[in-house]
T-cell receptor, first 117, second 114 residues
Framework: NAGVMQNPRHLVRRRGQEARLRCSPM?????VYWYRQLPEEGLKFMVY????????ESGMPKERFSAEFPKEGPSILRIQQVVRGDSAAYFC???????????????FGPGTRLLVL | AQKITQTQPGMFVQEKEAVTLDCTYD???????LFWYKQPSSGEMIFLIY??????QNATEGRYSLNFQKARKSANLVISASQLGDSAMYFC???????????FGAGTTVTVRA
């Protein structure tokens, strides 16, 4: 999983503030996925992006959450007006091309731990 | 319905012994892929091993092997010769057909004792 970078690693916000989580995929990877891990649970899919396109955001809450993957720069997951229930670990993963088939592995970054006070 | 089920919340294993982590899955798609990831206490997710639904042989990667029983829809991870560094949470995940989403189980915590 070397190469997927996420920052910050830890983020503390007060209720009502905005949280911005950044993800730089592995070199050569054009597909980015965001997952959320609540305490003591497995990861849950949120959104899948390619450069400048949101492909699937079916796992993302309809309000307050948004994601982008611009032509230049990292992918951003933005959470507006955070609430305590948003406290979780947010993982970004990348893959080169889903044309690689079922075996196309998603490589994960180290995650951002968001704590909402 | 839960797509991935990991029934063992926690396990203890003696150093140098083997441990088997259970994973059962639910899908109606004949094409799917199964993945195991390790999450140590530092929190990152590390890819361990992959098994495709059409693979004839069980996957192996070093000390990791997958006991794939298609008819029973199980894909158990076997860690041989356990080391202290194997202490971590282990997640089973599945990708179905041409979908890109990974569905994860709840995980199993493994603690290796010296």
């Amino acid at each position: 999983n070397a190469g997927v970078m996420q920052n910050p690693r830890h983020l503390v916000r007060r209720r009502g503030q905005e949280a911005r989580l950044r993800c730089s995929p592995m070199k050569g990877h054009s597909h980015v996925y965001w997952y959320r891990q609540l305490p003591e649970e497995g990861l849950k899919f949120m959104v899948y992006l390619q450069k400048e396109n949101i492909i699937d955001e079916s796992g993302m809450p309809k309000e307050r959450f948004s994601a982008e993957f611009p032509k230049e720069g990292p992918s951003i997951l933005r959470i507006q007006q955070v609430v305590r229930g948003d406290s979780a670990a947010y993982f970004c993963a990348s893959s080169p091309d889903i044309g690689g088939g079922l075996s196309e592995t998603q490589y994960f970054g180290p995650g951002t731990r968001l704590l909402v006070l | 319905a839960q797509k991935i089920t990991q029934t063992q919340p926690g396990m203890f294993v003696q150093e140098k012994e083997a441990v088997t982590l259970d994973c059962t899955y639910d899908t109606s798609d004949p094409s799917y892929g199964l993945f195991w990831y390790k999450q140590p206490s530092s929190g990152e997710m590390i890819f361990l091993i992959y098994q495709g639904s059409y693979d004839q042989q069980n996957a192996t990667e070093g000390r990791y092997s997958l006991n794939f029983q298609k008819a029973r829809k199980s894909a158990n991870l076997v860690i041989s010769a356990s080391q202290l560094g194997d202490s971590a949470m282990y997640f089973c995940a599945m990708r179905e057909g041409w979908d890109y989403k990974l569905s994860f189980g709840a995980g199993t915590t493994v603690t290796v004792r010296a």
